[in-house]
């Protein structure tokens, strides 16, 4: 056992490093800092991580890889996009982790995203490593024949360092079905192979699962009804926010619906949409899912619902928020409010929405704060049935896979749950996550040797 105080130099130390090591990749910085704050207590047990220098070698990615992706737009001009994919850490599994299309992206982003999967992954129980990839292409008001383009010259160069057992995308922000379904067709046309397990939300008749559409939203949900249930409590009759309206929120407001919650409101990046009578769904799906359209065109359908340009979420009071757009959605003012206003769980389907500021407000207030690490990780668990049904060439029903996801998520929580009280602060669940996913892949690392 090494001291406390000397395990906190070490890791102050190995963040300095990373600071140091990234410069500029601010969205990187803080996720580390979120995961090296929590990893104390682990690391005085077993002081053989810090003698093999588990923690730095985790921090430092297997492999960055960067490159240009030229495409042509409908009008013949030229457009030159940087294109990522960052394999972080193999050690229980392929890379697995979505891909992002904004123009936010950069290495700082994809870094963030990668460190963050490789605790998700190990916490879903399969065997699946971490990575993220992604460009700074910006997909709105694109054609289809534009979005196909630039998924073909996308892969025209990522496929090389893509396989079933090596790495294995999927979505994210800006990449669904329909962006997959052009990736899937590239790859398999470079490569003269048909291998399903290369990607995963394919579509159903080529290779993809069912519920896999469903499963962030879904499972996030299932989350926050155990974190609940724990507090004697659940989503029957609770106010809800989702924030976003893309394939999180969306699934999230299904599931929130089925479970007896009422979703007030759910926005996009230009505004807010606010229905207190709750929000109509199929409405929500035919505009972005069919029509591409923005939240905005949502009340000229409903005279009741309220839209705000611009506006603020989180200043709507509710009892339980879902925060499902994107990373640094909430800070700690936005918080005090959720909090304020009588808010008593938070679960984040979206990676990383949560400021510091932020958390720090909701395990101060002591309500059931739950980590997009723990929480959104249904949509990788699923992924990774979506490839089990690919190895066995087989397809499973809707209801067998849901189960097989509700199972995971009530497994991720009690996990978390444990290693939490375990650990002396039983309720903190950005500890139990931490600490859980990490010895999972430490340990495999210290098996596997210096590499
Ligand atoms: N798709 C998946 O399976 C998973 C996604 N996530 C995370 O969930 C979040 C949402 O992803 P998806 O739903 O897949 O993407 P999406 O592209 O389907 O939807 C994103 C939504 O967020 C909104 N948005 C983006 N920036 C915003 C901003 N600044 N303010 C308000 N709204 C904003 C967009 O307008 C859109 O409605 C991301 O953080 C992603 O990393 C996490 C786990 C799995
Ligand atoms: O399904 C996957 O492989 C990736 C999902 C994802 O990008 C995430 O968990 O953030």
């Not at 905005?296 to 509710?318: M, V």
């Not at 994107?326 to 400021?355: H, S, Y």
């Amino acid at each position: 056992m090494v001291s406390m105080a000397k395990v906190d130099e070490k890791l102050h130390g190995i963040y300095q490093d990373v600071v140091k090591r990234n410069p500029g990749e601010v969205e990187y910085h803080q996720a580390v800092a979120e995961v090296l704050e929590t990893l104390g207590p682990v690391v005085a047990k077993n002081p053989e991580y810090l003698e093999r220098k588990i923690i730095e070698r985790i921090c430092e990615p297997e492999r960055q890889i960067i490159f240009r992706v030229p495409w042509q737009d409908d009008k013949g001009e030229v457009h030159i996009n940087r294109g990522f994919r960052v394999q972080f850490n193999s050690a229980i599994g392929p890379y697995k982790g979505g891909i992002r299309f904004h123009p936010s992206v950069y290495l700082g982003i994809i870094k963030f995203l990668g460190f963050e999967q490789i605790f998700k992954n190990s916490l879903t129980g399969m065997p699946i490593g971490g990575g993220k990839g992604g460009s700074d292409f910006d997909p709105k008001g694109r054609s289809d024949d534009e979005i196909m383009r630039f998924c073909q010259s996308f892969i025209t160069e990522l496929f090389r360092h893509l396989g079933e057992h090596t790495d294995v995308p999927a979505g994210d922000i800006g990449v669904g079905g329909r962006e997959i379904g052009y990736m899937f067709g590239q790859y398999k046309r470079l490569t003269n192979r048909w291998e399903a397990g290369v990607l995963t939300g394919k579509g159903l008749k080529w290779g993809g699962s069912l519920v896999r559409p469903e499963a962030t939203g879904y499972g996030a949900t299932y989350f926050v009804n155990e974190a609940l249930k724990v507090r004697n409590d659940s989503l029957e009759g609770k106010t809800c926010l989702v924030s976003g309206s893309g394939n999180v929120a969306i699934y999230t407001i299904e599931k929130i619906q089925q479970l007896g919650g009422k979703c007030v409101a759910c926005s996009d990046s230009n505004g807010v949409i606010y229905h207190e009578n709750g929000l109509d769904l199929a409405l929500i799906k035919q505009l972005k899912e069919v029509e591409r359209r923005r939240i905005a065109d949502y009340a000229s359908y409903h005279k009741d619902a309220r839209y705000t340009a611009n506006g603020n979420i989180w200043e709507i009071p509710c009892q339980v928020a879902m925060p499902s757009a994107t990373q640094n959605e909430i800070n700690g003012k936005d918080a005090a409010i959720l909090v304020k206003n009588g808010c008593i769980a938070v679960g984040e389907g979206a990676n990383m929405p949560t400021n510091p500021d932020g958390i720090k407000v909701f395990q101060d207030a002591k309500i059931a704060y739950c980590p997009g690490k723990a929480c959104n990780a249904g949509g990788v668990a699923t992924s990774a049935l979506e490839m089990q049904q690919n190895a066995q060439r087989d397809s499973w029903t809707f209801e067998e896979t849901e189960k097989k996801l509700e199972k995971i998520m009530v497994g991720i929580h009690k996990l978390c749950y444990k290693t939490a009280e375990e650990y002396g602060q039983a309720g903190n669940y950005v500890l139990g996550a931490n600490i859980a996913g990490f010895i999972k892949v430490a340990d495999a690392m210290v098996a596997h040797g210096l590499i």
